[in-house]
């Protein structure tokens, strides 16, 4: 069974040169907000204004394990012309790496279903953020675990809450 990664009722849009991915509790899903930055747990910078797309994944498009239950998955994917970016946000205070962990493997399985549809194929930039807002700076530290990455997925991954265009 493919998985639509299309739902129009998964996604929100923006052509602001900044805006911000939020995962609160004034929706079920992750969306694009221009105006309160201060709930923003992902910074995007947009200077060339692409049109950008960002579809919620986690609550609202399903993908099930085999026996039938819910996989953990990633908050969602930005889209603009020919680049995807999968994106897990985080709000928690760092405690060791077991959230750096946590948010890979719920990107690795988004990046795998997305990897299974035909739509992936029309990608040429393809990345993957970790966003904590608690712990915005890159991790200098995870060099091995983002080359591993690469290496598995064909996808760069970043571990920091700003994302450039």
């Known amino acids: ?11 929100t849009h923006s052509t602001k040169k900044k805006f911000g991915i939020c995962d609160d509790d004034s929706s079920p899903i992750a969306y694009i907000d221009e105006n309160h930055d201060e709930a923003w747990i992902a910074v995007v910078e947009n200077e060339r ?23 953990k998955r990633c908050d969602g994917m930005l889209t603009y012309n020919s680049t995807v970016i999968f994106v897990e946000l985080k709000a928690r205070k760092p405690s060791r790496n077991n959230w750096v962990k946590e ?63």
């Open 1 to 11: 069974m493919s998985i639509d990664f299309n739902k129009a009722t998964c996604q």
């Open 49 to 71: 204004q692409f049109s950008v797309i960002f579809t919620a994944i986690d609550n609202c498009i399903e993908t099930k394990r085999a026996d039938g239950s819910m996989n």
């Open 103 to 165: 948010a890979e493997e719920q990107l690795r399985t988004s990046i795998g279903y997305f990897k299974a549809t035909e739509k992936e194929k029309t990608y040429t930039g393809k990345k993957a953020f970790i966003a904590n807002s608690k712990h915005p700076k890159a991790k200098t530290g995870e060099k091995g675990r983002m080359n591993k990455f690469f290496s598995d997925t064909g996808y760069i991954l970043r571990i920091e809450n700003r994302i450039k265009l």
